[in-house]
């Protein structure tokens, strides 16, 4: 796509860049044009760093409808796993959504707050987008719980107006995208939601040379790509201080369950940089992404330490990608 014919997506926003990269990506199959089988099966956790659990979970129990189902401390196992010994012994709430859904879970862990650091500005991981019934009620409950709401929902743009889109950033400034098929003409190919805010269908990962990110979940983790595109994102814009009108590229990976996308936003290296963290801690905001995998031994990755057995059920190991993101590989599906 040319940036003459660039959509202005704003952040009612950024969603339009979201879905239509999730969307696309299930139409193409590069990692299969190699001849290796996808052995990513898709999101299993994902990780939110804030600096107090209860405080959070209570707000996520409220907003949201998230119910806790374990809770404890990291174990010195977990932490060397993660390499992020300084981990061990802070708390951990592991949450399920209302749906019951038992492909995916969100685990809040407290980290020390970060001095300057801010939702959207920094290379990594840096929201997770997940289905809805109706953003609008939604809209109202994170306002209720004491979130803020960095973009109001509406329809993503008058070419898309079945999907609509909100965001919210949360205690540790992370930042969740919500998204709604509202008219039932489901444009994009979406997850249904079987609560109001059900299960993950997207992760977004700022990075400063998106060729190299899709190279790597291509190449290294043998995961499907979609096309690359332009869009002009708002929430990105406003968190980075570069002019609204600026189009950036965007890309997505997919594991082979539906809705499992990654998406890749390319951000102005001169505008941008590496995500600050506590020594020996995990990042804060949303701090890391547990993909499920079918094949681990197929995967070729440099991990912080040897794969095992940390969960109860198959192997487990962890990576930092190509753009800083924290990434933990989980052998089969978490139940």
């Not at 444009?187 to 040379?209: K, Y």
């Not at 994102?233 to 997919?254: C, E, F, K, Q, T």
């Not at 499992?260 to 390319?266: N, R, T």
Request: hydrophobic share 40%; net charge negative.
């Amino acid at each position: 796509m040319t940036k003459g014919n660039t959509p202005s997506v704003s952040r009612r926003g950024v969603l339009a860049g979201t879905a239509a990269a999730a969307a696309i990506a299930t139409t193409n199959t590069e990692a299969q044009e190699t001849g290796r089988r996808n052995p990513i099966i898709g999101h299993a956790i994902a990780t939110i760093g804030v600096p107090d659990v209860a405080v959070a979970q209570a707000m996520y129990e409220k907003a949201i409808g998230l119910y806790e189902v374990n809770k404890g401390t990291v174990s010195e196992q977990v932490a060397a796993s993660w390499g992020a010994p300084a981990m061990q012994g802070r708390p951990w709430a592991m949450m399920r959504c209302e749906s019951g859904d038992r492909t995916f879970r969100i685990r809040i862990v407290e980290v020390d707050p970060v001095p300057g650091y801010k939702a959207m500005g920094t290379w990594g991981l840096n929201a997770i987008e997940m289905i809805s019934k109706d953003i609008y009620e939604v809209n109202e409950r994170v306002l209720s719980a004491g979130f803020e709401v960095i973009g109001e929902p509406r329809p993503l743009s008058e070419a898309y107006a079945s999907v609509h889109a909100m965001q919210m950033k949360g205690p540790g400034e992370e930042v969740f995208y919500f998204a709604s098929d509202m008219t039932g003409e489901n444009e994009f190919g979406l997850i249904t939601a079987n609560s109001l805010v059900d299960r993950i269908f997207n992760a977004v990962v700022g990075t400063p040379n998106i060729k190299a990110s899709r190279a790597f979940y291509n190449n290294v983790l043998g995961m499907s790509l979609g096309d690359l595109m332009e869009f002009k994102v708002r929430v990105v814009a406003d968190a980075l201080n570069y002019s609204r009108d600026r189009a950036i590229a965007m890309g997505s990976a997919r594991g082979t369950r539906h809705g499992s996308g990654i998406e890749f936003d390319a951000y102005p290296v001169e505008f941008s940089g590496p995500r600050p963290r506590a020594k020996g801690q995990l990042p804060p905001g949303v701090s890391m992404m547990s993909l499920a995998t079918n094949d681990f031994d197929a995967i070729d990755v440099s991990c912080m330490a040897p794969p095992k057995v940390l969960y109860g059920g198959g192997r487990a190991a962890s990576f930092v990608g190509p753009a800083g993101e924290w990434v933990e590989l989980i052998e089969q599906e978490l139940t």
